[in-house]
């Protein structure tokens, strides 16, 4: 796998990481083939092993990708607003639009990959920090501003993401969440908004 690569070679690289998802979303992990990610690139299949050594890696790079794609749109969204209010709503906001647009595909993707996938669990790690890193100083930085009382970044952390594990799965449409919650067809903003604002300011009545 080369280290250093040209503008040309990312652009290839990300070329043939986008064909890989197309197939695997159609197809599934175990039915794609490396010539079928050739083919849509517009490439040789020799090619494709110059890049990455095995369909594994392959996909791990493609996942990648995606969490970094998405991580990007939240963070463009979320830099956009003002307040910590805006910024939970718009995070939220992207979470939610990515899982309805998603649907099956996220969760059966993530069913299929985890036992063939061998870097996932440090993507997910590695990730996952990436995103804490920020939150802290977006909780840290509303704090100092006088937004909200000092507390734990953590805490809030873990706070919202059960709320959006929550919310993710019922946006999938997963079965076992429309008892206590269908949220489908819901505009993502009306819900960033809410759970925002459930956070920021709990459920006591506002005057």
């Known amino acids: 796998m ?15 990481i986008e064909a890989a998802l197309n197939i695997f ?8 083939k490396i010539e079928e990610v050739a083919q849509a690139a517009g490439i040789g299949k020799g090619t494709v ?15 990648e990708f995606e969490f970094s794609e998405l991580e990007q749109k939240i963070s463009d969204s979320a830099d956009k607003e003002k307040t910590l209010a805006g910024k939970l709503a718009a995070i939220v906001c992207q979470v939610i639009r990515h899982q309805q647009t998603q649907k099956d595909i996220v969760r059966v993707s993530f069913q299929e990959i985890s036992g063939c996938v061998y ?18 100083v977006m909780i840290d930085e509303a704090a100092a501003r006088g937004e909200i009382r000092p507390v734990n970044p953590r805490i809030l952390m873990g706070a ?11 946006a ?22 809410e759970v ?10 506002r005057e």
């Not at 080369?2 to 503008?7: F, Q, V």
């Open 2 to 16: 080369m280290t250093s690569l040209t503008d040309r070679q990312k652009n290839r690289r990300e070329e043939i």
């Open 25 to 32: 979303y159609q197809k599934g992990f175990y039915s794609m």
């Open 49 to 63: 092993y110059e890049y990455f050594r095995s369909k594994e890696e392959l996909m791990a790079a493609a996942i």
């Open 119 to 136: 870097d996932l669990h440090r993507i997910m790690e590695t990730r996952q920090r990436c995103f804490m890193d920020r939150f802290s």
């Open 160 to 170: 919202l993401m059960g709320a959006l594990f929550g919310l993710s799965r019922s």
């Open 172 to 193: 999938q449409g997963d079965d076992k969440c429309k008892f206590f919650f269908d949220c489908r067809d819901m505009e993502p903003e009306r819900i960033g908004r």
């Open 196 to 205: 925002s604002d459930l956070i920021i300011y709990g459920l006591s009545r």
